[in-house]
């Protein structure tokens, strides 16, 4: 299976930026969709973020629209989650995943199959 490392979390102060990476080792990576989710403690794992193959198509939990942005670089095998005005509530680990079929493209949490380990984002107020 495909192997997902996330990178670039962090603490950070509230309104401030990070920029999550994740880079996929699959060669065919570049048409599958792929999400970001995250978890806080004690909270279930929720979606934030999606795009599909192409990049053409993006979706955002309601709870980061207008301030995260996703975007992939098929060339580099990488997805981005900038992260932008954050907020204390943004405290969690965030997952990167790839959905379980290529060319589809969903928000569903269960139809993604593969996720990285994920990356720890600590926003202070």
């Known amino acids: 299976q495909v192997q997902l490392v996330e990178s670039g979390g962090g603490l950070v102060q509230a309104g401030g930026s990070l920029r999550l990476s994740c880079a996929a080792s699959?060669?065919?990576?570049?048409?599958?969709?792929m999400g970001w989710f995250r978890q806080a403690p004690g909270k279930e794992r929720e979606f934030v973020a999606a795009i599909n193959w192409s990049g053409g198509r993006l979706d955002y939990g309601d709870y980061v629209k207008g301030r995260f942005s996703i975007s992939r670089d098929n060339a580099k095998n990488t997805v981005y989650l900038q992260m932008n005005s954050l907020k204390p509530e943004d405290t969690a680990v965030y997952y990167c995943a790839r959905v379980g079929g290529y060319y589809v493209y969903t928000v569903d949490i269960d139809r993604y199959a593969d996720w990285g380990q994920g990356t720890q984002v600590t926003v202070s107020s």
């Open positions: 699959g060669r065919t990576f570049s048409i599958y969709a």
